[in-house]
């Protein structure tokens, strides 16, 4: 199983991207899949999660500007973000889980936002 993720790049500030991460390989059916994020010096964070059932949860710090979808046919997740900050500067990765609990992750698409 393999997630690949796309989309990332350089944005100035007030910028939109949009990040796209397809699972590929034998994987039967996914209930979680999310979008983490990791800047230099500092943890992986959350940035959003969304359900199979269509919940999804974000981090304080991007409500309102980053938007999380998913298309269950292409086994797919999507992360709009608009309204870009310099502080949104990272790593983003991205991860799907199996209703029995098995985790996958991506090898990450950097996203910088600067001026």
């Known amino acids: 199983v393999q997630l690949q993720a796309s989309g990332g790049g350089l944005v100035q500030p007030g910028g939109s991207l949009r990040l796209s991460c397809a699972a590929s390989?034998?994987?039967?059916?996914?209930?979680?899949m999310g979008w983490y994020r990791q800047a230099p010096g500092k943890q992986r964070e959350l940035v959003a999660t969304i359900t199979s059932g269509g919940s999804t949860n974000y981090a304080d710090s991007v409500k309102g500007r980053f938007t999380i979808s998913r298309d269950d046919a292409k086994k797919t997740v999507y992360l709009q973000m608009n309204s870009l900050k310099p502080e949104d500067t990272a790593v983003y990765y991205c991860r799907a889980r199996t209703p029995t609990g098995v985790n996958y992750w991506g090898k990450g698409t950097q996203v910088t936002v600067s001026s």
């Open positions: 390989g034998s994987i039967p059916s996914i209930n979680l």
